[in-house]
């Protein structure tokens, strides 16, 4: 089966030479995606045809041989906010988890440049990154991942060069101001660059801190991506995309001495706009937390309060906290360590009546114990067949119990 029409693929991103948007598209092009698939990606985002070129071609970086693609568009006098980037987004012609992605890529930018500049993330003026070839990169590589069924992406460290760049702000250092805050949010792991230069861009920083988990995980490996960088350095510039297999069975785990340690912030709140609620956790969720919930409670005098939880990577407390102090109203953030276990999980994708669904596994001593259907794929088709959405989570679910669960334990399925 070739890579393009494969399904159950899980990525890995090696990134020796750091990483851009279009770095990432070579890689793609490079495993299996054509070309064709990315045009007909921009096409369905409804830019003017005259306003865009794209290419894509082998060169050579040192001795490593890969897939360089030239996305050219004009420059633009004009720089939007991410209301207009969400807009074009909502109105193109693709799948709906392709623009949630894209959209969330965006908000992500929005929120490091907003943090960058002192302004809120509404108010951002998208200079390099809102332009339409930073566009094309960043929903080309959702769409990308999704048409060769990429279902869980990982990345390695990050190398971090140094010098100066000329952006639309003046010149600024390197690593880039924005580029730095999408590292510090996402806690991404980092490395020293093998020489000077931008080696991670703000689009490929923001890319690869939304899609992607800062770590290695095991597969079966099938296939490698190179993508190239535009420019020449003493030593091959390109980024490396592995495609495998997730094994079912999850391979045993070197149990650490201690747990993972997260942070779980907290405050009470009972003189709040709740309209200001759905913002709040967006945001929040957008600046690296893990989770965030809301809890009614009785508050003093007997008003009705709510208590904002937030799960998050010990690297993000402070920057969490201050959020939470800026967008609500109240006075003080508490913050404790909390443990977590985890169940590994895997991705399969089964076939229904309805047509295919991507599941999640959740595994306990190598045993499947639950089974839990992508929302996007099922309304999708529920949408499709107009049919409730329950009818196509529930179809899903049976055959993943018949295929996964209910054969578990046969020789075949542990292999």
């Known amino acids: 089966m070739s890579v393009a029409g494969a399904a159950n693929l899980i990525g890995f991103l090696d ?15 490079d495993a299996g995606w054509p070309v064709d698939g990315l045009v007909a990606t921009v096409q369905a985002l409804h830019l003017p045809a005259e306003t865009w070129t794209l290419a894509a071609e082998r060169v050579m970086r040192g001795p490593l041989a890969a897939t360089l693609v030239h996305v050219r568009a004009p420059q633009e006098s004009a720089h939007r906010h991410l209301s207009d980037i969400r807009a074009i987004i909502a109105a193109a012609e693709l799948p709906e988890l392709v623009k949630t992605q894209a959209a969330e890529v965006f908000t992500r930018l929005a929120a490091a440049e907003a943090a960058v500049h002192g302004v809120d993330v509404e108010s951002i003026h998208f200079h390099e990154v809102g332009a339409l070839d930073a566009i094309i990169d960043i929903v080309g590589v959702c769409a990308g991942l999704h048409a060769l069924s990429v279902t869980q992406l990982y990345a390695g460290a990050l190398p971090l060069g140094s010098g100066w760049v000329n952006t639309a702000h003046g010149k600024l250092p390197v690593p880039a101001p924005a580029t730095l805050a999408l590292l510090a949010a996402a806690g991404a792991p980092t490395r020293p660059a093998p020489g000077p230069g931008e080696l991670v861009t703000p689009t490929g920083a923001a890319l690869v801190c939304t899609l992607a988990e800062f770590r290695q995980p095991p597969l079966t490996l099938r296939r490698v991506g190179y993508g190239a960088g535009q420019k020449q350095f003493d030593w091959p510039n390109v980024a490396r995309l592995w495609l495998g297999e997730a094994p079912l069975v999850a391979a045993p785990l070197d149990v650490p001495a201690t747990l993972p340690t997260l942070v779980q912030l907290e405050t009470n709140i009972d003189d709040m706009n709740p309209e200001h609620y759905g913002p709040l956790m967006a945001h929040l969720l957008a600046a690296g937390a893990a989770d965030v919930w809301l809890t009614p409670m009785q508050m003093k005098k007997g008003r009705p309060g709510t208590l904002v939880s937030v799960l998050a990577p010990i690297a993000l407390e402070m920057a969490l906290a201050r959020l939470l102090l800026e967008e609500t109203t109240t006075l003080g953030v508490r913050a404790h360590r909390v443990y977590r276990m985890e169940a590994e999980r895997s991705f399969r994708t089964v076939d229904t009546v309805y047509g295919p669904v991507r599941v999640k596994l959740k595994l306990i001593d190598g045993a499947v114990r639950g089974v839990k259907p992508e929302h996007e794929d099922c309304l999708q088709l529920a ?30 399925e542990r292999q």
């Open 383 to 412: 949408d499709a067949h107009r049919i409730p959405l329950r009818s196509v989570e529930v179809a899903a679910i049976a055959a993943a119990h018949a295929l996964f669960v209910e054969t578990a334990s046969s020789p075949r």
């Open 15 to 29: 990134l020796p030479s750091g990483v851009s948007g279009d770095m990432l598209l070579g890689c793609l092009i």
